[in-house]
């Protein structure tokens, strides 16, 4: 029996849906039962996590994450904010990500925001199978040597 196209679209499509709150993404595989849901969290941790693997990366977040999280890191049990200065939205299919990043002092920053967006599409594409369609960079900070109470290194030894 011949299918009709709507018949094989719906037979061969992998439907990646955004629930109501736009929070999260469900994927079907092809011809398995059931869902998978996909958070807009464990996107922006992908997207996090992936930036800040990228070599002349210091931190991500504006100035306000930053001070925000540096209060974060000092209370026990707390953790690292691993999506400070990361913004995601989640589609049916696709997903775009936004990045406040602070570059160490040196770094070529044309080359840098490039291997972010490299790594950040690579990882979030293979982890979740949802397209990347941007990933905008914004450079906000640079670190100098010596910041952020970093002792510089003796003059003797």
Known sequence: ????????????????????????????????????????????????????????????????????????ERIPGSGRAVMAGVAVEVGEKQAAVDLDVVMEYGARIVDVARAIRRNVISNVERMTGLEVIEVNIDVNDIRLPGEEGEEPAPRVE
């Open 1 to 72: 029996m011949a299918q009709t196209s709507s018949e094989k679209s719906s037979a061969t499509d992998t439907s990646v849906r955004t629930k109501a709150s736009g929070s999260s993404s469900t994927r079907s595989d092809e011809g398995t039962p059931g869902t998978i849901t996909i958070a807009s969290a464990v996107v922006q941790k992908i997207a996090g996590i992936s930036a800040r693997e990228v070599a002349g990366v210091h931190e991500l977040g504006g100035e306000a994450a930053r001070t925000f999280g540096a209060v974060r």
